[in-house]
């Protein structure tokens, strides 16, 4: 059961505003942001915190609406959340009484009779490596499993954009890298649109075939930065070194030397 046959939706992003209104004052989060993402391409937005990168995304994904502008999914406005976007979060978010299996099928719709379930649950629970902890509780599972385990439940529902929101943050740096890798086979595989939010300036270059940099107060999109390595990228290359450097001095605004920066 492959899905070479998706292909992503294009995600346009014109002239968004988006407020907040914070007892009587009001906070201006995204200022007149204007992008636009390639069907089936894969993107890396990095910014600091607090510059509306998780804002940003919840619009894509129909979370929360802008107070001026428009996201528009393949020419078709955002207006609410859909299955077609499939959102991965920090946090996995598993129910934990229940199984891998259950909570994989979870987001299935209701719909779908048994043996459909039970087919596609069985391919992304393969397609994400956890065969043989089918049974196992979220509480029995690494941090890395579990997030894997989160993965497969948005997968299951074949979204054409995938949105992605700092979702390695709190593994350690080797399933983090392990995770990345994963994400971008599934990526190759299945081709829909991607979008990855992170603050990690490697994981961005790792990841994405572009590095969108936001700065903050208000949020705009200061650069975006192409990634052209060959592939299988290699984080040890020279063309990696050198797409780093480029990156930190966009992000940073001047040409201090790079072990001068923090972040
Ligand atoms: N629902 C909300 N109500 C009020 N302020 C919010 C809300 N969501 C985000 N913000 C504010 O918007 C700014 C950007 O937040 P966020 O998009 O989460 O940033 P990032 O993900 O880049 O760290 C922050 O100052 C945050 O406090
Ligand atoms: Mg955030």
New binding site residues.
């Given amino acids: 059961m492959g899905n070479n046959d998706i292909s992503g939706k294009r995600i346009n992003i014109s002239h968004v505003r988006k407020e907040?209104?914070?007892e009587k004052e009001s906070?201006l989060?995204l200022k007149d942001i204007n992008l636009e993402i390639e069907p089936g391409d894969i993107v890396s937005i990095i910014?600091?915190?607090?510059?509306?990168?998780?804002?940003?995304?919840?619009l894509i994904a129909g979370l929360?609406s802008p107070n001026e502008g428009e996201i528009a999914l393949d020419n078709t406005k955002v207006t609410k959340p859909s299955l077609d976007v499939g959102v991965l979060f920090q946090e996995s978010r598993l129910l934990p009484w229940e199984s891998t299996w259950k909570n994989i099928a979870f987001g299935l719709p209701e719909k779908f009779d048994k043996e459909k379930k039970n087919e596609l649950v069985a391919h992304y629970i393969k397609l994400v490596g956890l065969e043989g902890f089918e049974r196992a509780l979220p509480g029995q599972l690494s941090g890395g499993m579990q997030k894997r385990v989160a993965i497969a439940r948005t997968l299951i529902n074949n979204p054409h954009v995938l949105l992605l929101?700092?979702p390695f943050g709190a593994l350690d740096a080797f399933t983090r890298m392990n995770l990345q890798e994963e994400v971008v086979r599934i990526w190759k595989e299945q081709r829909m649109t991607t979008v990855l939010?992170t603050?990690d300036i490697d994981e961005a270059i790792f990841m994405g075939n572009k590095v969108i940099i936001?700065s903050?107060k208000p949020?705009i999109i200061k650069d975006v930065i192409k990634v052209e390595l060959p592939e299988p990228r290699s984080r040890v290359s020279v063309e990696f070194e050198e797409l780093r450097m480029k990156v930190y001095k966009e992000f940073f605004g001047d040409d201090r030397p790079m072990e001068d920066y923090a972040i």
Avoid: N, P, W, Y
């Fill in positions: 907040f209104q914070i906070l989060v910014g600091g915190s607090g510059c509306g990168k998780s804002t940003l995304l919840r929360d929101d700092e939010v603050h936001m903050a949020g």
